[in-house]
């Protein structure tokens, strides 16, 4: 869209995109695969026999049929509902659990234990759990905490269970085959930002040990008065020394601050959704993009281009990138980084943010992507390997437009890069959670026999998804 369109032909651009792109109940399968993010499976000294001898001597199960058909996706009966989602043909789910709390990110071990960590907040206790099936029903009858504070991250690594608090990132040791780490937790990062907007803390770990941290931004736009009308931006925001980037940690070391860490990549406001892929030995995350361009810039935008605007952007993180935020944000109906109105920007400029990185695919606004997984398993079909599921959320300000969000996305990898119209809708609620805020898919995994988990963090659900195209 050329530059000098102007703010009425950009509405009519959004417009044109809300009614030609399909919404998330009217779309049909997604192409994208989760990756499992308990990577130590693939380092395990288990083979596929070991395997499942461990199974059988961790839950009690022997390694006959019932046991192999667990190991292939599992020989328990979905829900008739599927748990309330609606998924692709073939597809069906169990329920894992119910009101475990506010469920976020979850790691799964070789052996198909389950953590989960739970963020508090609003009477409910934060935490962190674990959970197993010793039956084969597909359904946790095991649950123990070991974890009181909680938060939103967790990963399982090199027999430790690693747990992103707010302010900070503990672990705790797992020894192979017991649910319960042992107590007694062994801080790794202290004193992180806690206060304030976005203070969550996904964790990813590379196979090298490398800890990836999210430090969100504490403001929307870094505005002298934060989310006020027509305040303009501090220039330069110094928030952006420490906040809104991705933050590199060793996950061996104990006791680390922010000054052992290294600033791997900047203006990125908020990064729940961070997922390293071992397939490229890469970094990716989903960024929150920021609110309230028609609340706090009237004279630029309308209240459509607003519920729309800016994309959720999914990127791959490499050393030394700049997405731009707070001067910049990407603009995915003209497919360009444009000049934020807090710099003086008006919805088409672009000047600085020319040399800011560009995303691999703009996602509508404000859907809240919330984890990302690639998918590397083989109980899926084909098209899903190596492809990427994104859970989004939803949000609280897509008015005057319907809620959207609240459902997880799968993006396919072709020829390998991502097209920005491939996407499409995998999970949603039967109902519009997006509207209803019933169910919120938050976190993802991928178990060892190649089942997808979905957790909710607003009516504390977690589902297994599994392939079954005979039913």
Known sequence: MPGQAGAGARAGAVSDRIRLTPSARAVTIRDWEPYHRERQMSRSTLGVFGALLGMALLTGCDTGAAGTARAQGGDFACAPDDGGLVLPDGFCAVVVADDVGNARHMAVAPNGDLYVTLRGGRGTPGGAIALRDTTGDGVADQRVAFDDVGGTGIELWNGWVYVGHDDGVVRYRRPEGQLRPEAGAEVIVQGLRARGGHAAKPVEISPEGDLFLNIGSPSNSCQVDDRAAGSPGEDPCEERETNAAIWRFDAEATGQTLADGERVAAGMRNTVALHYDEGDGALYAAIHGRDQLHQNWEEHYTPEESAELPA???????????????????????GKKVLAPEYGGTGDEVGRCADMDDPLVGFPGHWGPNDLLFYHGDLFPDRYRDG?????????????????????????RENGGFAAERWEVFAEGRENWAETREHRPTGLAEGPDGSLYISDDAGGRIWRVVYRPEG
């Open 312 to 334: 959720e952007e999914f990127v791959r993180v490499s050393d030394g990138d700049d997405y731009g935020w707070p001067y910049c944000y990407y603009d995915h109906v003209q």
């Open 388 to 412: 990427v599921f994104i859970a989004f959320h939803g949000s609280w300000n897509r008015a005057p437009l319907p809620q959207e969000g609240a459902n997880v996305v799968f993006l396919p």
